[in-house]
């Protein structure tokens, strides 16, 4: 009788975007989707734009009190995005 070595679909696929290079680029796709889903619809209805830049989410807000508001809150996103895509994505938020 042999032993198989069974690996898990999911593991293929990951370790072959590793390494292809692509494994970063998805995780901070999934995060940058992820935001209106995290900070909710009030707040996704004012972001003008968002995107990642050396492990930093920059967000543009068209409201100035919710960015000074945000601004004050930015470890507890930066956490929150995180484990919501499961992976260190980003280090830091900057809103504009």
Not at 15 to 24: H, I, P, V, Y
Not at 42 to 62: E, M, P
Request: aromatic share 6%; with cysteine.
């Amino acid at each position: 009788m042999f032993r198989r070595n069974s690996i898990l679909i999911r593991e293929i696929i990951l370790k072959n975007l590793r390494e292809q290079g692509l494994e970063t680029p998805l995780l901070q796709k999934r995060l940058v989707d992820a935001w209106p889903v995290v900070m909710g619809e009030a707040i996704a209805a004012l972001t003008v734009n968002c995107y990642i830049r050396n492990q930093t989410l920059f967000v543009h807000l068209s409201n100035p009190a919710l960015r000074m508001e945000l601004s004050m809150q930015r470890q507890d996103i930066v956490r929150r995005l995180n484990e919501h895509v499961g992976n260190q994505v980003i280090a830091d938020v900057r809103f504009h």
